[in-house]
């Protein structure tokens, strides 16, 4: 087995442009940069660049593919491939190749354009714009002493004088809190609505009124708290403009069902069916 040089141009689109490298090569079979590209091709650009980025990562793949091309190879020499089990797989696997493919060239031929995407993003928002209003939510920060740390009471009182005392609250959030997932971010619980945290907590975060405005310590079954009001947001509707990533994404993924469910039934109209067949198969199967 000979390994060669790895320096090649590999899964940049050019392949058409530049002659395919051997990678390895044996035992009359042969690897190249072009063999991995179409082992790699449905994969993402970053994640291509992320698996193959590194001479050990393109050697592994390789000698993976290397080891199938050889002992393909080997199955043939032993007439496997003459094998009724396995002449099926190998159909199985071409049919399932070949419609994917034709799936994937109606996708393309058939894909509503961006236009159309939006005016259907918008239709289905204007058709009932009240789904989409939001309830009254507050974005806070919280400072957490749990209970089981030692003299907790006391220094979560410590915390609520040094805050009176003009401390940052972000600041002390980062250095003292217990809660590790907002502790980094200096406490920030981000938005939320009514129905979402113990309602002790809840309560205390909703009756604050002012941006900047900080609770007195709360007490739930976590720990002790303090909370400082960032945000508050009234219930209501939200535009168009605010929703309309969302409903694209949404109206893409319907638009692209539809068009799926309408080959489907093009190409099952035609089709002949004997349900009494249908169910014998189905009983054998049962039975076993």
């Known amino acids: 087995m000979v390994i060669v040089a790895l320096g090649f141009v590999f899964l940049s689109g050019m392949q058409g442009e530049a002659s395919a490298q051997v990678l390895l090569q044996g035992n ?95 239709s289905q928002y204007l058709a009932n714009p009240k789904a989409f209003d939001m309830p009254e ?39 003292r809190s217990q809660d590790p997932g907002s502790s980094v971010k200096g406490g920030d619980l981000g938005l939320f609505g009514r129905g979402k945290m113990v309602k002790s907590f809840e309560d205390a975060a909703f009756s604050l009124q002012s941006p900047g405005d900080v609770s007195n310590i709360i007490e739930t079954q976590f720990g002790y708290h303090i909370l400082k009001l960032e945000e508050r947001r009234a219930a209501g509707g939200r535009a168009f403009s605010e929703v309309k990533e969302t409903l694209i ?6 638009l692209s069902t539809r068009q799926r469910e309408a080959t489907r039934d093009r190409i099952l109209k035609d089709a002949k069916v004997d349900s009494n067949a249908i169910e014998e198969l189905a009983k054998l199967i049962s039975s076993k």
Do not use: C
Not at 61 to 85: C, I, R
Not at 156 to 172: M, P, T, V, W, Y
């Open 28 to 122: 009359g079979v042969t690897v190249t940069s072009q063999d991995l590209d179409a082992e790699y091709k449905r994969m993402p650009p970053e994640f291509r660049t992320q698996s193959l980025a590194k001479p050990d990562q393109v050697f592994n793949a390789a000698s993976g593919l290397y080891m199938l091309k050889v002992l393909a190879a080997e199955a043939v020499e032993q007439g496997l491939d003459k094998d009724d089990n396995v002449r099926w797989a190998l159909e199985s696997a071409r049919i399932r190749i070949l419609s994917e493919a034709r799936t994937e060239q109606l996708d393309k031929q058939r894909a509503p354009s961006p236009e159309a995407i939006e005016a259907y993003a918008q």
């Open 137 to 175: 939510q507050v974005r806070v920060r919280h400072i957490l002493l749990r209970m089981q740390e030692d003299n907790a009471k006391q220094k979560i009182e410590d915390i609520q004088r040094a805050l009176k005392e003009g401390a940052s609250f972000e600041k002390l959030a980062k250095e």
């Open 249 to 254: 994404k949404q109206a893409q993924a319907t």
